[in-house]
């Protein structure tokens, strides 16, 4: 019996040392994501995301930031023997200025094996983090520069190089591929692109070389290496080395983030899964929209920002174009516009310009003079600066957030008592334009309406869940539901939303009561708490409004809800599908799902209502839609007929009559 323990020992040896995973003395290890990786040696700005990236650095000017694997490896068999073979691969992405695609990044990242993982005495921008310091004359990097420092002999703005302990490359080359699909040409890539990139690093102990190769992810590793050096490591790598990450920022704040990293001694990197791979947290699968509609502004405000200083001093000494500037906006820089080229934009907010007003504000179109791109801006009046530096910081956040179907914040400008918040610009307008046939907008046939429903669905569930803050809308009606050219909905004005991080308790956190009435949950009315489930109701609202082609609240006060759930009781659901769709054919199967769903979300409890996540997959038909019972129908109507369901809390006379959007209370940091 002593000697089961040692048996059960020899058991598990022989289970875990299958081909492919076994880990000889932890020489080798796979991190298809990062999620759960919690023993890295991080320090600086590194951390690991909620999505699983390594994040090196993160949203600040001049920072760095390591990462390294927690143990030491050994590189040589003793003092002054010979450095062993070695392999890495890693797949990357460099996000600039902010989360825009296409922004050029400072200063750039490095994969380091390195006597130390203290590099606490190395600088940020240029030195990328690790150049520099005592531990240099032991380091050998594989550095991804995204400047050029001519004083470190950079070959170009966008270069992959190997550092041999020193500051200089040995060797660089501008970061490129050899398209094995295409005759091994050699196609240019940008690091700084957003895009993830594979990298590999392998190093032959005994013919003392080192390949760099590169490739987009989903592309094999090319057969020929981008870049290939005699190198002896033997005198650079001390007997034990550890290998890691270093990034490092200038005067633009870039995200450097790590996806996944495999790493052997005496053989190939094990191979990554692509399946785990993280999620970066922008949309980058949806690239026709965002490139057109993203690229061309962000180019334009890269232009504005860059004239930015000089146009300012010139109209300080003009008061028509003062604005209110501080020193800590610096950090915000990228997403600053000056007024006066919002001003010239929009003709000087002439009312031609016009497309919409509401309590928050007026909305203008405008083209950026510089660009000819268009934009929509948007002025709020606001009287206090109290707390503008949290609301300007939320502001800058949600314009980090990539959903093509959401409506793209692109910046801001600050002047006394007021805000100008700019969008992108959505040519078709607002939804319910086309719901109740205003402006002569042609009845939006069923498949289209299903379609936005499902955009508007899919934009929430990544406000709710799948971004790295969770985002509670508060705001969600027809009339901030707005189309592009090609009528893909996208959902707008973050006016009102508010960030918390995962996890945090909603239920404690009251925010002044705001919405709209008609799409205002219960309890939020009652108790001003917002949380991911009140936007369900108000998603619920505006799927019946879309289905019925009806406001929430008619004219004589009459609920939309309730006039749907009489008739579900009647048996007649479909009756209530928008009169002008009755005739001309609509999918009775899709109409009935979403009304069903439209008065599950109209639940008065939280937890009678479905998620965001739930919702998504019973519109995409990929979980079967509950049958509503009769049980949390006559809950649902006893609520209202007993009216503690509190119609009276929806009619609070700060909102006027119907209208109920404010301006922002910046005091509370919206
Ligand atoms: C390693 O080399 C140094 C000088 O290059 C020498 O002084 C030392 O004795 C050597 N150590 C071993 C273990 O060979
Ligand atoms: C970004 O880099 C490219 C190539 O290195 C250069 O042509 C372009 O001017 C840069 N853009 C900005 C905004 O600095
Ligand atoms: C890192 O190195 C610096 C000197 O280069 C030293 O002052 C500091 O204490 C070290 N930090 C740690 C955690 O060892
Ligand atoms: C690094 O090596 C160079 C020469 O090879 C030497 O001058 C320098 O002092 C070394 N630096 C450190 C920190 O050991
Ligand atoms: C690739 O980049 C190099 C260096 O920036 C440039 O000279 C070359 O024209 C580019 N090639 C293509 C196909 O864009
Ligand atoms: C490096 O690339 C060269 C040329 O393609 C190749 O012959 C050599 O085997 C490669 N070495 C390693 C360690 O991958
Ligand atoms: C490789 O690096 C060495 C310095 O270590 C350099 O002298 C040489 O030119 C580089 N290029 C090649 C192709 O080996």
Known sequence: MANLPVLFHVLLCLTLCLPGFCDAGGENFVFSTFAGAGDLNLDGAAGVTPEGLLELTNDMVSIKGHAFYPTPLRFKESPNGTARSFSATFVFAIVAAGGYPNANG??????????????SDAEPGQFMGFLGGAAMNHTFAVELDTYRNAELRDIDGNHVGVDVAGLYSVESRTASFHDDGDGGALKNLSLDSGEPIQVWVDYDGKGRQVNVTLAPVGVAKPSTPLLSNISDLSAVLTEQAYVGFSAATGPIKTHHYVLAWSFAMDGPAPPIDFKKLPKLPYDNDHETLSKALIALPIAASALILATCVAVTLLLRRRLA????????????GPHRFSYKDLFNATQGFKDKNLLGAGGFGKVYKGVLPSSKSEVAVKRVSHDSSQGIKEFISEVVSIGHLRH???VQLLGYCRRKGELLLVYEYMPNGSLDKYLYGEDKKPVLEWAERFRIIKDVASALFYLHEKWEQVVVHRDIKASNVLLDGE????????GLARLYDHGTDLQTTTTRVVGTMGYMAPELARTGKASPLTDVFAFGAFLLEVACGRHPVSGGGEMLVDRVLEYWRGGALLETVDARLRGGGYDAGEARLVLTLGLMCSHPFPSGRPTMRQVVQYLDGDAPLPELTPASVSLLSMMQSEGSFDRSALQCPWWGNSIGTMTPDISVGI
């Open 106 to 119: 400072t200063d750039g990242m490095a994969f380091l094996v390195a006597p130390t993982t203290n590099f």
């Open 487 to 494: 009528t893909t909905a996208h959902l707008g004005d973050f």
């Open 404 to 406: 093509r179907n959401l």
């Open 321 to 332: 174009f003062a604005e209110l500037r501080e020193d800590w906006e610096v950090e915000f």
